[in-house]
Antibody
Framework: QVQLQQWGAGLLKPSETLSLTCAVN????????WNWIRQPQGKALEWIGD???????NYNPSLKSRVTISVGTSKDQFSLRLSSVTAADTAVYYC??????????????????WGPGTLVTVSS | DIQMTQSPSSLSASVGDRVTITCRAS??????LNWYQQKPGKAPKLLIY???SLQSGVPSRFSGSGSGTDFTLTISSLQREDFASYFC?????????FGGGTKVEI
């Protein structure tokens, strides 16, 4: 049973930096992509980016200039930093495991385990 | 970015109904389409990956089909615990993108 625990500041002022950490328990850290995904209230999910255990990252171009995803200094953790936040960054932020599974014609990737989510509110 | 369009955005149904949700991609994504279920205040749960493969532990009343640009999630006999929102996601191209969601209500 894989569990993802996440934590970080829930209330920020405009221009501050959002910082969240996700810890992985009960499974291997290597061999997967580790995602950050966010969801404004009542709206669709938005993929922010991912990282593998070697620290190789992919970012959503719409956020790339402000996002840093890194592997944590503690074992089996990864973190998200989003700089210069505005009210538009108010959302529930999820960490999730990206796993590849055999499917017709290749390998299919999906987020199979998710953290509980952290509500981040940006308000002056 | 690949745009994912879900329909309908919401639907009303009763226990026992057969429910179908569609997802259309703005370009061909082969079979790289996933479906998630989300209940209020909870994280999404993976139901279907690779357009039609059932995630372990997911009831067999859920099924997925399609390839290319058009995909379908079907719930063969709606149960009370299935009242939730459903999202499709493409994992073909970067960035990964999600559909706008379908809320299944009583």
């Amino acid at each position: 049973q894989v569990q993802l625990q996440q934590w970080g500041a829930g209330l920020l002022k405009p221009s501050e930096t959002l910082s969240l950490t996700c810890a992985v328990n009960g499974g291997s850290f290597s061999g997967y992509f580790w995602n950050w995904i966010r969801q404004p209230q009542g709206k669709a999910l938005e993929w922010i980016g991912d990282i593998n255990h070697r620290g190789i990252t992919n970012y959503n171009p719409s956020l790339k200039s402000r996002v840093t995803i890194s592997v944590g200094t503690s074992k089996d953790q990864f973190s998200l930093r989003l700089s210069s936040v505005t009210a538009a960054d108010t959302a529930v932020y999820y960490c999730a495991r990206g796993a590849g599974s055999s499917c017709t014609g290749g390998t299919c990737y999906a987020s199979d385990w998710w953290g509980p989510g952290t509500l981040v509110t940006v308000s002056s | 970015d690949i745009q994912m369009t879900q329909s309908p955005s919401s639907l009303s149904a009763s226990v026992g109904d057969r429910v179908t949700i569609t997802c259309r991609a703005s370009q061909s994504i082969s079979i790289y389409l996933n479906w998630y279920q989300q209940k209020p205040g909870k994280a999404p749960k993976l139901l279907i990956y690779g357009a039609s493969s059932l995630q372990s532990g997911v009831p067999s009343r859920f099924s997925g089909s399609g390839s290319g640009t058009d995909f379908t999630l079907t719930i063969s006999s709606l149960q009370r615990e299935d009242f939730a929102s459903y999202f499709c996601q493409q994992s073909y191209g970067m960035p990964q993108t999600f559909g706008g969601g379908t809320k299944v209500e009583i």
